[in-house]
Nanobody, 119 residues
Framework: QVQLVESGGGLVQPGESLRLSCSVSGSIVRIGAVKWYRQARGKQRELVVEIGSAGSAWYAESVRGRFIASSDNAVNTEYLRMNDLKPEDAAVYYC?????????????WGQGTVVTVPS
């Protein structure tokens, strides 16, 4: 069974950095589009980063210049480097990816990882 497994969240102070990972477990041919969402307590889930299948990137204005998405195709892992974190970045972060398992395209969600930035 193909799944997305997230890691990398934690508690950091304002101004510090974190790198989130989103790894595909199971056999796949390739990863297509990838999105990172976040959901702060009491708020709706919001799209933070979108990476198109051809590599084009879109960042929400609130994170542009601070967050950087990347990937390592050799290990089927997506990363979200978050710099200069602010209290308003505190949320549960979710990765979402479209993957090709060789038979069909699947849309997968990670389990979420918590980022805490105290004010």
């Amino acid at each position: 069974q193909v799944q997305l497994v997230e890691s990398g969240g934690g508690l950091v102070q304002p101004g510090e950095s974190l790198r989130l990972s989103c790894s595909v477990s199971g056999s796949i041919v390739r990863i297509g589009a990838v999105k990172w969402y976040r959901q702060a307590r009491g708020k709706q889930r919001e799209l933070v980063v979108e990476i198109g299948s051809a590599g084009s990137a879109w960042y929400a204005e609130s994170v542009r210049g601070r967050f950087i998405a990347s990937s390592d195709n050799a290990v089927n892992t997506e990363y979200l480097r978050m710099n200069d974190l602010k209290p308003e970045d505190a949320a549960v972060y979710y990765c979402n990816a479209i993957v090709d398992d060789g038979d069909k395209w699947l849309e997968l969600w990670g389990q979420g990882t918590v980022v805490t930035v105290p004010s």
